[in-house]
């Protein structure tokens, strides 16, 4: 076993698949598609590589001649940087069309993993309320709700920035962040005269759900990654239970420091203001993803072509097939996106998945079970699976839209 100060040098070609297997993995690659590419990279710099990709663990056998080793990267389950992801992979890619030997793709991929985060701190707790702001106006809420939810979303992307690099308290983040998110759904129903707590909560609460880990979990098992699909709903499960934990004490707290909340009717809003929710939680993925500001077109698309797909399936033929159709239909356009501009298809694949997966659904089972109302919250969790396979099915069988990538071929350069 390897140390990472142990490993070959990054010009070489199995120092650069190590750095680059770790840069795919730290951007939020699921482990089918990560070890799809680095076998692929590994096989076209001419040595043979087994790479077994886990949410905090990355195993790589080496096979250069007749020489073998075997490293052990020890890493955490990356956030999805939708920018540095795009540009790994372009590196990935430019290297399997010999466009880059390994020492070009190194020095390339050493001045994606050093640059700095896209976006800063404010505009990253901005994309909280953004985002929190579209859901809750897709999920039915009124303007009281919508600024409810926005300001909640505000909040709570100000305890992600003030709590990221401490170690102690992100481990309690989920929790601390759902009780304080609770109790401020009460205070906000209390003082914007509306009673849908549970609105104003899921939807400040939308982005630290596990539904995209659910959904990716599902996948990997769909895709024969046993242990690292286990492994991720496993991770998914307990923060469910972190989260559900400390709304059941925030609730608490509101229910006895605010007292009882009084019904009010709520006020529809206009139909053209669930697309302008849809527009807002568009701009918001941008910057919460790391994206870059001209690619923010490709995002808000994404979302459009996902929710309007999704809604129709739902209103034609039920939740289930509603989610089918919408992983189905981004999936497709990710691909043809990925034929046009010779770009990584999770430019829109991934902000557009985010807006189907059925995380609020298994939100919703947990606080029914933690109100005791087993009936309900079986069913709930039982409709998330479901919808989660949906996705994943869908996702799946959008592959027929892959087509060959054709790219001018360029001389190859000599080290």
């Given at each position: ?303 459009l072509i996902a929710y ?59 606080t029914a079970l933690l ?45």
């Amino acid at each position: 076993m390897h140390t990472e100060a142990q490993w070959p040098a990054a010009e070489s070609p199995s120092g650069f698949v190590l750095r680059l297997t770790k840069a795919l993995h730290m951007y939020g690659t699921p482990s089918f598609d990560l070890e799809r590419t680095v076998n692929a990279v590994a096989e076209k710099l001419g040595f043979g590589l087994e790479c077994f990709s886990l949410p905090t663990m990355i195993t790589l056998s080496l096979y250069e001649s007749e020489k073998h080793a075997t490293y052990v990267i020890r890493v955490d389950p990356g956030d999805i940087n939708l920018e540095k992801l795009t540009l790994t992979q372009e590196i990935a890619d430019r290297v399997l069309y010999d466009e880059l030997n390994s020492a070009q793709a190194a020095k390339q991929l050493a001045q994606v993993t050093m640059s700095p985060a896209h976006w800063g701190a404010w505009p990253t707790v901005a994309s909280f309320g953004l985002v929190s702001a579209g859901v809750a106006r897709v999920f039915g809420g009124d303007w009281a709700e919508v600024l409810s939810g926005t300001l909640l979303g505000f909040i709570v992307g100000l305890l992600a920035v003030l709590i990221a690099g401490r170690r102690i308290l992100s481990h309690l983040f989920p929790t601390i962040t759902s009780a304080l998110a609770a109790f401020f759904s009460y205070l906000f129903a209390r003082f914007f005269g509306h009673d849908a707590v549970y609105i104003t909560l899921v939807s400040g609460l939308i982005v630290l759900l596990p539904g995209l880990m659910i959904t990716v979990g599902l996948a990997e098992l769909a895709t024969q990654n046993l242990v690292a699909g286990t492994a991720r709903l496993a991770g998914a499960a307990i923060l469910f239970v972190q989260m559900g934990f400390g709304v059941a004490l925030g609730d608490q707290l509101g229910a006895l420091l605010v007292g009882e909340l009084h019904y009010t009717a709520v006020k529809v809003l206009p139909a053209w203001t669930e697309w302008a929710a849809i527009l807002c939680a568009g701009i918001g993925f941008v910057v919460l993803f790391q994206s870059r500001v001209q690619d923010a077109i490709w995002i808000v698309l994404a979302g459009l072509i996902a929710y309007t797909s999704a809604r129709f399936g739902t209103q034609a033929f039920g939740p289930a097939m509603g989610a089918f159709i919408g992983a189905f239909t981004i999936g497709g356009a990710s691909h043809i996106f990925r034929f046009f501009t010779h770009r990584p298809n999770q430019l829109m694949m991934v902000p557009g998945i985010i807006l189907l997966v059925p995380g609020s659904m298994g939100f919703q089972s947990l606080t029914a079970l933690l109100d005791q109302n087993i009936v309900a919250g079986l069913d709930t969790a039982f409709r998330m699976l479901l919808a989660g396979i949906s996705l994943v099915i869908g996702l799946l069988m959008s592959s027929i839209f892959i087509l060959p990538v054709q790219r001018d071929k360029k001389e190859k350069p000599h080290d």
